[in-house]
């Protein structure tokens, strides 16, 4: 059993910024990819953020830039600082953990993050 607890959600006005985090607890002991998605009303998920156990990170096009995708190993936990915040970027923000060894990862709760003045 695995539990990924979410946080650091919330309304924000443009060009501020969040710091949200996920932390993976249970039976879970090696951890490859960490991800973030978002997916928008309206609009299909979308892969946002992802970081390897080797600290490699990529971006969707949209957010290079402006967020930056960390993880703390000792405590299973992702992070996504997201900077310079657009309306654009309103959404209900996943995280997904993907263990060593499996090829589908399990998934967060889900965060709203709201970008409005």
């Known amino acids: 059993q695995v539990q990924l607890v979410e946080s650091g959600g919330g309304l924000v006005q443009p060009g501020g910024s969040l710091r949200l985090s996920c932390a993976a607890s249970?039976?879970?002991?090696?951890?490859?990819?960490m991800k973030w998605y978002r997916q928008a009303p309206g609009k299909q998920r979308e892969l946002v953020a992802t970081?390897?156990?080797?600290?490699?990170?990529n971006y969707a096009d949209s957010v290079k830039g402006r967020f930056t995708i960390s993880r703390d190993n000792a405590k299973n936990t992702v992070y996504l600082q997201m900077n310079s915040l657009k309306p654009e970027d309103t959404a209900v923000y996943y995280c997904?953990?993907?263990?060593?060894?499996?090829?589908?990862?399990?998934w967060g709760q889900g965060t709203q993050v709201t970008v409005s003045s």
């Open positions: 997904n953990v993907v263990p060593v060894g499996r090829v589908f990862g399990y």
């Open positions: 970081i390897n156990s080797s600290a490699s990170t």
């Open positions: 249970g039976s879970i002991f090696s951890i490859n990819y």
